[in-house]
């Protein structure tokens, strides 16, 4: 689920979130309906609590999937989730360039697609990993929830075999596991960020 969610964040996310930056006032492809329209597609999306979003989107999940129930179709709703919280994160990360990197661009002749991938992308590539790790952490979290659809994870086994059989050390054990997991990714992610950081 995890997995899928990183997939879908990159691919879909990155480029949501570079087309609200460019679509808003001031910017180059500057669309005030079509940066309304996305912006708030993005604040519902990420407004639900997620729990809550899962349980809602269970018709859609039925239609897409042809089940609401298991770990497939427990994948769609926290691609969707992963798909919002990156996009604005990747939005963020690229208000931080400066201006004067833009028009530098721009007056070099560069077009909107070099001025994404030699331009936008290059100076803000450490906060675009540095949003993908926190985000990723976060998808960690949201797939605990995902034992309410039979998705399994390592949440719901926390809770089905040790906080309903009353096995606080099972629990215990889990818990420090994500813990060490979540620890050895964010460690990644600074790690290649400080790499990558090219001032």
């Known amino acids: 689920m995890v997995g899928f969610s990183v997939i879908a964040a990159l691919l879909v996310g990155l480029p949501i979130g570079t087309f609200l930056f460019l679509c808003r006032k001031g910017q180059l ?6 940066f309304s329209s ?6 519902i999306i990420r407004s639900f609590p ?3 979003l899962v ?5 859609f999940t039925r239609f ?8 497939a179709a427990a994948t769609l709703p926290m691609m969707v989730i992963a798909i919002a919280h990156y996009s604005r994160l990747v939005e963020q990360s690229l208000l931080d360039v400066p201006k004067g990197v833009i028009h530098a661009a721009v007056s070099m002749g560069a077009s909107v697609k070099d001025i994404i991938f030699k331009f936008l992308y290059v100076e803000a ?7 993908m790790t926190t985000s990723t952490i976060s998808f960690i979290s949201y797939s605990t929830i995902m034992g309410v659809v039979g998705g399994g994870g390592i949440g719901d086994f926390a809770i089905r ?3 309903l059989q009353y096995r606080t050390d099972l629990m215990i054990y889990i818990i420090i596991i994500i ?3 979540v620890q050895l990714i964010q460690y990644a992610g600074i790690t290649l960020a400080r790499k990558i950081d090219k001032r």
């Open 125 to 131: 590539r450490s906060a675009l990993v540095l949003s």
């Open 161 to 163: 075999y040790g906080y």
């Open 55 to 59: 349980i809602f989107m269970i018709p």
């Open 64 to 71: 897409v999937m042809g089940t609401a129930i298991g770990t």
């Open 38 to 43: 996305l912006n708030l597609i993005v604040n």
């Open 179 to 181: 813990v060490i997991f």
């Open 29 to 34: 492809l500057e669309n005030r309906l079509v």
């Open 50 to 52: 997620f729990l809550l």
